[in-house]
Nanobody, 124 residues
Framework: VQLQAYGGGLVQAGESLRLSCAFS????????MGWFRQAPGKEREFVAT????????KYADSVKGRFTISRDNREHTVYLQMNSLKPEDTAIYYC??????????????????WGQGTLVTVSS
């Protein structure tokens, strides 16, 4: 299984970015997908997750109302639309796949496969 995250970059506060994560090596429609992030000096934290059909989502309180997770099961890709970015959103963002999803996982240990991360930097 391979996950390739991309779309990060440097933006100013208030601007938007869309991250993408391409998935291969497994049946995409059977895996739950999530985004996590890790800021410098901090632990990795949950950002958002989406179920196999794309009909159920869950978000961290810190991003609720600003970020939207979605997936395209035909394209084997999950997205994270990030609006109204804040400097505190600066982090490396990782996509992850849960091969045995029983719900909307918010803990990193529930995910079996991880991408390499893409850096998002938000300047004030």
């Amino acid at each position: 299984v391979q996950l390739q995250a991309y779309g990060g970059g440097l933006v100013q506060a208030g601007e938007s970015l869309r991250l993408s994560c391409a998935f291969s090596g497994h049946t995409f429609r059977t895996v739950g997908m999530g985004w996590f992030r890790q800021a410098p000096g901090k632990e990795r934290e949950f950002v958002a997750t989406i179920n196999t059909a794309g009909l159920g989502t869950k978000y961290a309180d810190s991003v609720k109302g600003r970020f939207t997770i979605s997936r395209d099961n035909r394209e084997h890709t999950v997205y994270l639309q990030m609006n109204s970015l804040k400097p505190e959103d600066t982090a490396i963002y990782y996509c992850a796949a849960d091969a045995q999803p029983y719900g909307l996982g918010t803990s990193a240990h529930e995910y079996d496969y991880w991408g390499q991360g893409t850096l998002v930097t938000v300047s004030s």
